[in-house]
């Protein structure tokens, strides 16, 4: 079965972190990242956690720690992980499971973040370690002196576009024309 892929936009949507151990708490960090309103339910919260300036609740998970969440994230004790992916299921939301396929929907993926632009990699839950190895791979490779121009380049043409209407598949061919174009007059200038 593939994954469908997809980036959520969490900021300021409460997300729940069951687990308080380093495992959560880089969770915890990502979550921060996106802006979103942080939950972390656990009898033990680690010194990172504390200082991450989340709500946390230091109990024992229950079911209705989920209402009103829009995400979870399950980094506890396999038998913990199924308690949280049927509290999950029952109220639609989605879980993810570290490193506990079974008890996940959703999978965390290794990714990239530069310039304003977003790669992620998933093996389906499968191999997490092959997928942080394709993205060190990958970074390696990424052109890092020329995303920012091709993401301001990208950014600009996109408000022409829709100004114009020009149509989706036209888009493609033009933007790599213009990056091309990019080099050619840096190389004349």
């Not at 994954?3 to 972190?17: I, M, N, S, Y």
């Not at 990699?121 to 995303?147: F, K, N, Y």
């Amino acid at each position: 079965m593939q994954c469908f892929p997809a980036f959520l936009k969490l900021a300021g949507r409460r997300t729940v972190v069951v687990g308080g151990s380093t495992v959560a708490a880089s969770k915890v960090r990502a979550l921060l990242d996106a802006s979103a309103d942080v939950v972390v339910v656990a009898p033990e919260v680690s010194a990172n956690i504390q200082r991450a300036g989340v709500s946390v609740v230091q109990r024992a998970f229950e079911p209705a720690d989920l209402d009103d969440a829009w995400l979870v994230v399950a980094a506890a004790t396999p038998d913990v992980n199924r308690q949280v992916a049927r509290a999950a299921e029952n109220r639609r939301v989605f879980v993810n499971a570290v490193d506990d396929p079974p008890n996940a929907s959703l999978y965390l993926g290794g990714v990239i973040r530069r310039a304003g632009v977003t790669v992620a990699i998933s093996t389906d839950g499968h191999a997490p370690a092959l997928a942080g190895l394709l993205r060190e791979g990958l970074d390696a490779v990424l052109p890092t002196d020329h995303l920012e121009r091709w993401m301001q380049e990208a950014t600009r043409l996109r408000g022409v576009w829709r100004a114009k209407g020009v149509p989706m598949a036209e888009r493609r061919p033009q933007l790599l024309n213009s990056l091309v174009r990019l080099y050619d007059r840096s190389e004349v200038g």
